[in-house]
């Protein structure tokens, strides 16, 4: 029997370490005790946890090898790893005056995640149905359809630029993924002509954006809190809908900056509105998934209010779209989610979606012990009303 879902993991993820501080932020003399980074192991660690209590009997685990040299300067300049290798090699620390931080060990790990994503990519084509076989499978016993390619990537990818380290971010994860998928230097099933990436982390993907900002066989798709720029330097991009690519790639970035709180009803209007007419009309050959989970209404780092249930729906139309759109080609590649028991519930519910499996948990059922805040509907729905206006000018939105 196929299994249900093969998760792309090694314990050398867990070696990473940024410094801990004043939350993410650096040491201070009004806090007496430092706090752990929010980017802290036993996220993964209780994604890890939750998949073998909820999937354990229809899941494989594949030990990735790290990305190769080779593979990492499809997306990043050759003098930034270098100096991303000596930084660690000296000890890491934190990146001037920023909330990006790395050990010894943190480039090797970034490493592993990005052949984490290399290889569910690789996988996510080779699930590619034939003419006369369903991307889902025929129902037998014999085929019960392919197995979700999941990239539990730490650090994460998707705010690392070619040439620089950002949002706890040094190799693109997501964009490595896509250009291995474009290569021409693999056998024809698994090689790519168009990708989308669908990003619904909570932060705007500004390093994939910026990989692929002036090309068209890239569709980047992101619904974001509206944060804009935090730093001048590491984070120039703002996430708006005005950057929309430039050149051959103009239209090709579809951002959808939200409003604070936005919860399942909106994050479902997106997908209505914008993500799923978009991306049929783009006709991808692979759907990636940029997933963050950290939309969720208990996570510091993030101001929405997404549950269990709205990430659930979210994985069925992911799956849906991929299984429409890109003869089922759909892999998913975690970037953030920083509250570590919420992020928990938040990716089951993914995961309860794309498999079509709700899990009845001991003590919690079906539902989400962190769902308390009600959404501003009005105000979510005029942002998107904005952004439909704005990407209308290249896609059948409405």
Request: proline content about 7%; some cysteine; charged content about 25%.
């Amino acid at each position: 029997m196929t299994p249900d879902l093969t998760v792309y993991w090694d314990d050398r993820m867990l070696d990473h370490e940024p410094p801990a501080g004043a939350f993410k932020y650096p040491d201070t003399p009004i806090v007496a005790t430092p706090e752990v980074h929010p980017d802290r192991r036993e996220r993964v660690e209780n994604i890890r946890a939750m998949i073998d209590h909820a999937f354990g009997d229809v899941t494989e685990t594949v030990s990735p090898s790290p990305a190769s040299r080779d593979a990492l300067e499809r997306v990043h300049d050759p003098e930034y790893l270098d100096w991303l290798a000596s930084f660690c090699a000296d000890g890491g620390g934190r990146i001037e005056d920023t909330t990006t931080g790395m050990n010894e060990h943190s480039y090797d790990a970034a490493r592993v995640a990005a052949g984490a994503a290399v290889e569910a990519a690789e996988a996510a084509l080779g699930n590619r149905s034939s003419d006369d076989e369903p991307a889902s499978g025929d129902g037998t016993d014999e085929d019960d359809g392919h197995a979700l390619p999941y990239a539990l990537c730490r650090p994460s990818g998707h705010h690392a630029q070619p040439d620089r380290a950002d949002g706890f971010c040094f190799l693109n994860n997501a964009a490595l993924a896509v250009e291995a998928a474009l290569a021409d230097d693999g056998p024809d099933r698994t090689a790519a002509d168009r990708v989308a990436i669908v990003d619904w982390d909570v932060h705007h993907g500004n390093g994939t954006q910026e990989t692929f900002y002036g090309r068209d066989d890239v569709l980047f798709v992101s619904a974001h809190n509206d944060h804009g720029s935090w730093h001048p330097e590491y984070h120039p991009q703002e996430g708006s809908v005005d950057e929309v690519g430039t050149d051959d790639g103009e239209g090709y970035t579809v951002n959808v900056p939200l409003p604070p709180g936005t919860g399942n009803r909106g994050y479902g209007a997106v997908f209505d509105r914008i993500v799923e007419p978009v991306v049929a009309e783009f006709d991808p050959d692979l759907v990636i998934v940029s997933a963050g989970q950290d939309a969720g209404p208990a996570d510091m780092n993030g101001r929405n209010i997404v549950t269990r249930s709205g990430f659930r729906d979210l994985g069925g139309r992911v799956r849906r779209l991929a299984d429409d759109t890109a003869d089922g080609a759909l892999a998913l590649i975690q970037e953030g989610g920083y509250q570590p028991s919420h992020l928990s519930f938040a990716t089951l519910g993914v995961f309860e979606g794309i498999l079509d499996e709700t899990v009845d948990l001991e003590q919690y059922g079906t539902e989400d012990p962190f769902e308390f805040l009600d959404e501003p509907t009005g105000l979510v729905d005029e942002w998107i009303d904005d952004a439909v206006e704005r990407h209308r000018e290249y896609w059948p939105v409405s």
